[in-house]
C-alpha cells in the first residue's frame, strides 16, 4: 500500500470514526420524560435505590410499587445506600450512578464507603466498592463519606467523582477523585474540589454545567443547613466564586440538593429534602441565581430522600416499565420517534435473509441538508431498533464520485443464483459539484459492507429541470420486473435491467401527477411505489420539506409505469398542531409478512425546530404509524400517533 492509499484509508477510518460517533449519540429532542433515582428513609429496609418516573418533569409515580429496584444488600459493603446520583455519560448510552454505603442506624460517622455502579440499559448494574480507609493509606481519622456525584470534566476529558468526607476534628470538606476507564475503581488520591471561605462544613455537592460555567449547590452542615452555590470555570483550579445568600425558599433545615433540566426548555429544577418535615420542595429557575417555589404544580405518589433526576428517551422509558410495572397515572407511553438522534427521508426493508426490518435514512442536524453518511438500524418487531452504524460515507473512498449531500436513500433484496444481494440506492453530490446523481451500491448482508459501482447510474432529469434526487425501486410481484423512481419537481418512472444497476432508458418516462395545490396533492418529490390487491398506489410529498405543510398525498395507476389517477381524497399525512406534530411527509411503506397489516414510516420536523432561526427542516425525525384501506382499497388518512 503506497503512501497515498494509506493516507485516504486513515482518513476514511477518521471520518466513519466521527459519523459513527455522532450517529450514537443521544440527542436532547429524543428524551420523553426523567428518571427519579432516590432513596426513602432512614431504616435498612428504605436505604436502597428507587425509580420513579414522570413525562413532564412535575408528576412523578414510582415504579416497582416504591420498593427497592436493587439490592442494598448485594450492592454495598453496610447492607444498606443513600443518595443515589444518576449521570448519562457523553456516548448518550451508558449510565453510572454513585451512592453512599451506610446504615444510618450504625451511626452518621459510621460509614467510611462509596459504590459505583455501571449500566447500558438502567436495569442491569455492574458495582464496585471504593472503601476509603482500604484504599488509600493515611485514613485512620477518617468518620464519614457522604453523597457522592459524578460529573465529566470538559477540561481532563475524564468523569470525576465528587462527595463529602470529614476527619476527626475537622469540617465536612468536598473532595474529588477521577474514575478509571471501566468506571471500576478511583485514579490518583482524592483532593479537595472545594472549602468555602469560611472555613466551615458542606456537604451534598451538586455541580451543573451551563454555558462554560459549573455551578456548585452544596449544603452549609451544622451551621444553617440551607443550600448555598458556588461557581467556576475550571473544576480543579480552586478558584470558586461563592454566592452569599441560600437558595432554598424554605426556612426549614434542606439538604441533598439535585438540579436537573427541562427538556427543550431553558428552565431548570432545583429540589431538595426538606428531612425535618418529611417533604420535598421543587423550585424552577432560568439563570441558576433566582428560584421560585413550584410545589402546587408537583405531585409525586412517595415521599423521596436525596435524590437525582436525568431525562430519559422512549426505549428507555419502555425498558424500566417493562421491567418495573408501568404506573397506572402515567398514561399511554409515546411510539415516535423510533429511532435516536436526527434523521430524515427514512426508507424500511423488512428482509427475508434475516426475517428483521431496517432504516435507512438521511443523517439529518446538518446545516444546508449537509449529511455526508448512511446508517441502519435493525428491529425484530417495528418496535424496538438497534443501531448497526454508519453502511455508506460519501466522503470516504468508498463512493469515490461523490463528495457529500448524501439523501433519501431506498434499498431493494434480491435472491440471486441462491444468494440474497442488497442494492442500495441514494443520490450523493458529485465532486464536480454539479446537479445532483443518483448512484447504487451493492451488499450481500442489509448492513453491509457496501461496495459503490464507481460512478452515478442516473445524472440528468428527462423532464429538462429539477434534481435528481429521492429515489424509490420496486420490484412488482406480478411480474418480478424492478423499477426505479426519482425527482424532485418531476416523477420519472423506469424499468431497471435484471442487473439492478443500469436503467432501460427507453423505458425512461414523466409520470407527475398533474395539477393540486399545497393543501391538497401538488406533487414535489419523494414518490414511493408498492402493490396492494391489484392496484399499483403511488405516494409523494406536497409541499416543501421545511414547511410544517409538508404531508403525503397518493394516486394509483393499473401499471407501475402510470398513468396515476390522484385520489379523490388523496391526504395520506398531515399536520396535527394540536399533537405539535408538523411535516409529516416522505415516507416509505412496509406490510408484515403473511399479513394485511401495514405501516408507513415517515419523517417529521422536531417541535423545537420550526422557528426558522434554527433551520427549518434540517431537525428532522422518524415516526411510524398504521397504514390502513378502506373497503374501496383507498387509504384512510393516517392517525399520526406522538
Known sequence: MNYKTRMLALLALFLLTISVSRASQTEEKDY??????????????????CFAVSMDGYSFYALN??????????????????????????????????????VSDNGWDSNRALVMLKSTDLVNWSHSIINMQKRYKGQEKLKRVWAPQTIFDKEAGKYMLYWSMQYEGGPDVIYYAY????????????????????????????????????????????????????????LTSGEWEESPDYKQQTKEAVEGAGTFKLIGQDKYILMYDVYMKGAYQFTETTDLEHFKVIDHAVKMNFHPRHGTVIPITRAELK?????????????????????????????ILYSKKTDKYYIYSTTDGQPGWGGWYFTAFSSPDLKDWTYEGVILDLRSPQVPWANGNAWAPAIEEKLIDGKYKYFFYYSGNPN??????????????????????????????????????????????????PYIYWGNGYMAGAELNSDMVSVKKETIKVLTPKGGTLKDYAYREAPYVFYRKGTYYFLWSVDDTGSPNY?????????????????????????????????????????????????????????????????PGVHREVCIDRLEFNEDGTIRRVTLNR
Not at 426523567?34 to 435505590?49: D, K, M, P, Q, R
Open 179 to 234: 474514575a478509571n476507564e471501566d468506571f471500576t475503581d478511583l485514579t490518583g488520591e482524592p483532593k479537595p474540589l472545594f472549602i468555602p471561605a469560611d472555613k466551615k462544613s458542606c456537604i451534598d455537592g451538586d455541580i451543573v454545567y451551563k454555558d462554560g460555567v459549573y455551578h456548585l449547590f452544596y449544603k452549609t452542615e451544622g451551621h444553617g443547613n440551607g443550600i448555598k452555590v458556588a461557581t467556576t470555570r475550571s
Open 65 to 102: 410499587g416504591n420498593k427497592p429496584v436493587l439490592d442494598s444488600k448485594v450492592i454495598s459493603s453496610t447492607g444498606g445506600v443513600r443518595d443515589p446520583h444518576i449521570l448519562r455519560c457523553e456516548d448518550g448510552k451508558t449510565f453510572y450512578m454513585v451512592v453512599t454505603d451506610m
Open 432 to 481: 464536480d459539484n454539479s446537479r445532483k446523481q443518483i448512484g447504487v451500491a451493492i451488499a450481500d448482508s442489509p448492513t453491509g459492507p457496501f461496495k459503490d459501482m464507481g460512478q452515478p447510474i442516473i445524472t440528468d432529469s428527462p423532464a429538462g429541470h429539477g434534481q435528481q434526487i429521492d429515489v424509490d425501486v420496486f420490484t412488482d410481484p406480478m411480474t418480478g420486473t
Open 319 to 347: 425498558r424500566i416499565t417493562d421491567k418495573w410495572g408501568k404506573p397506572e397515572e402515567l398514561g399511554e407511553l409515546p411510539q415516535n420517534p423510533v429511532l435516536p438522534g436526527f434523521h430524515a427521508d427514512p426508507e
Open 551 to 615: 404531508h403525503v398525498a397518493y394516486g394509483t395507476s393499473d401499471s407501475p409505469l402510470g398513468p396515476i389517477k390522484v385520489a379523490k381524497d388523496p391526504i395520506v399525512t398531515i399536520q396535527d398542531p394540536a399533537k405539535e406534530i408538523y411535516g409529516p411527509a416522505h415516507n416509505s411503506v412496509v406490510r408484515k409478512p403473511g399479513t394485511d397489516e401495514w405501516y408507513i414510516v415517515y419523517h417529521r420536523i422536531n417541535k423545537n425546530y420550526l422557528d426558522k432561526d434554527k433551520g
Open 32 to 49: 420523553v420524560g426523567y428518571l427519579f433515582t432516590y432513596f426513602t428513609g432512614n431504616h435498612i429496609s428504605e436505604e436502597a435505590v
